[in-house]
């Protein structure tokens, strides 16, 4: 069973910094899509980045140039550096594996979430 869990959310002022892991167990992690997405109240799940097997990586608009995707396979680990933060940032924050290739547990699957407040 594939398991995704998350850590490194927390409370900080707008302007500083917050790093994100994700550690994933089931699988073979070199064949994982990685991502992160963002839930604010009231509103839609949405994407924040991701970073491909190959380690390309995408991102939403509105974090380009503060927030930055990483994955270490050694550690079967994704990170998420988010720097600059402003309030508009407050959210759950999922971590998503998406299993590739004919290897154990492939699908979709979601971490638990992590709460991150950005106060002003």
């Known amino acids: 069973q594939v398991q995704l869990v998350e850590s490194g959310g927390g409370l900080v002022q707008a302007g500083g910094s917050l790093r994100l892991s994700c550690t994933a167990s089931?699988?073979?992690?070199?064949?994982?899509?990685m991502g992160w997405y963002r839930q604010a109240p009231g509103k839609q799940r949405e994407l924040v980045a991701t970073?491909?097997?190959?380690?390309?990586?995408n991102y939403a608009d509105s974090v380009k140039g503060r927030f930055t995707i990483s994955r270490d396979n050694a550690k079967n680990t994704v990170y998420l550096q988010m720097s600059s933060l402003k309030p508009e940032d407050t959210a759950v924050y999922y971590c998503?594996?998406?299993?590739?290739?004919?290897?154990?547990?492939?699908?979709?699957?979601w971490g638990q979430g992590t709460q991150v407040t950005v106060s002003s």
């Open positions: 970073i491909s097997t190959g380690s390309f990586t």
């Open positions: 089931g699988t073979i992690f070199s064949f994982v899509i």
């Open positions: 998503n594996g998406y299993v590739t290739g004919a290897v154990p547990g492939r699908g979709n699957y």
